[in-house]
């Protein structure tokens, strides 16, 4: 009888046991799924990675915070690297955000050909790339959001032949060598001052669009070049470094123009030690690459080149 007693306990304790287990499975699958995730295992919110060449730069600062905004507002999330200006360091930081999983990449590069094997890589992951500010010369790239440099450049070119009245010695400052914007700005700037004889282009040197590098390279060109009336920076980082050493040397009657209207270069168009400064709105760049980021993720289709207004900025 006790025998009989025992077995129906133990029966019956192993019921209860495997009743409990059943209850607790569907728990642990929805744990091991994530809680980001929707039917069919997809992420509920799509991730998008930003690749920014430099965060030492005002106006890249500005661009990822309009970028950051506009995926709040959408309900993204978004993760950002600073590639620091080498471009080694972005190529790898694209590959860490591949491997996390990014849905889609916003890629700002540093060098427009060094950047190549990293959009392969994206392409090869199935993760759509779009570029911001500076293009890619290759790999597939679905959109790229920017504006017209080149343009840019010329009314830089227009306003500096304009104040010399046509006649003058004129020094410009490259940026990084083989990104898209110094390409595309000293275009848009040396053909213009071409077309008038009476401008001459007397120095034109790389100071990698930063400011201390603006500082030292104009200093050079000042002992080389005393006789100069205007200068061209094709950012304001190098612009304000060139004011710093032409103020140094007492040449304050010298004209500057820079490119991006970051905030310290405005305020020295304010203040009458700058000419004039070209605006990039990076703030409306970064807020659209988020927008169209979201778009190619909802599968609909975007422009190629998607142009963001630029913008005189002068006392």
């Known amino acids: 009888m006790k025998k009989k007693v025992w077995k129906f306990l133990s029966l019956f304790l192993v019921v209860i046991l495997l009743g409990a287990c059943s209850l607790n499975s569907p728990e642990k699958s929805d744990e091991s799924s994530g809680s980001n995730k929707g039917n069919g295992g997809e992420k509920a919110t799509k991730t998008i990675g930003l690749s920014i060449s430099t965060l030492n730069n005002p106006f890249f600062v500005t661009l990822r915070d309009g970028a950051e905004a506009k995926a709040k507002e959408l309900g993204l999330d978004i993760t950002t690297a600073d590639a620091q200006d080498d471009p080694a360091k972005q190529v790898s930081d694209i590959e860490d955000l591949i491997q996390q999983g990014v849905d889609l990449l916003i890629v700002n590069p540093t060098d427009s050909a060094a950047i190549v094997s990293a959009i392969e890589s994206a392409n090869n992951a199935n ?126 009657d010298v004209l500057v123009v820079g490119f991006d209207a970051t905030d310290d270069a405005v305020a020295a168009v304010k203040e009458g030690r700058m000419l004039a400064t070209v605006a990039q709105k990076p703030e409306e760049i970064g807020a659209k690459g988020v927008e169209t980021a979201q778009k190619v993720l909802k599968g609909e289709s975007v422009d190629e080149f998607i142009p963001v207004d630029l913008e005189l900025i002068k006392k």
């Open 127 to 252: 993760i759509p790339v779009i570029t911001v500010d500076r293009s890619a010369e290759g790999g597939e790239v679905v959109a790229h959001i920017a504006s017209d440099n080149v343009a840019g450049g010329k009314m830089a070119a227009e306003l500096i032949i304009e104040k010399l009245g046509g006649s003058g010695k004129v020094v410009e400052l490259e940026g990084v060598p083989g990104s898209s914007a110094a390409r595309e700005r000293g275009q848009g700037f040396d053909e213009t001052i071409k077309g008038v004889s009476g401008i001459e282009l007397v120095a034109k040197q790389t100071a990698n669009f930063d400011r201390a590098e603006g500082l030292s390279v104009m200093e050079n060109i000042i002992q080389s070049t005393p006789e100069f009336q205007a200068v061209f920076a094709q950012n304001d980082e190098m612009a304000l470094g060139a004011l710093e050493a032409l103020q140094a040397a007492g040449k304050t």
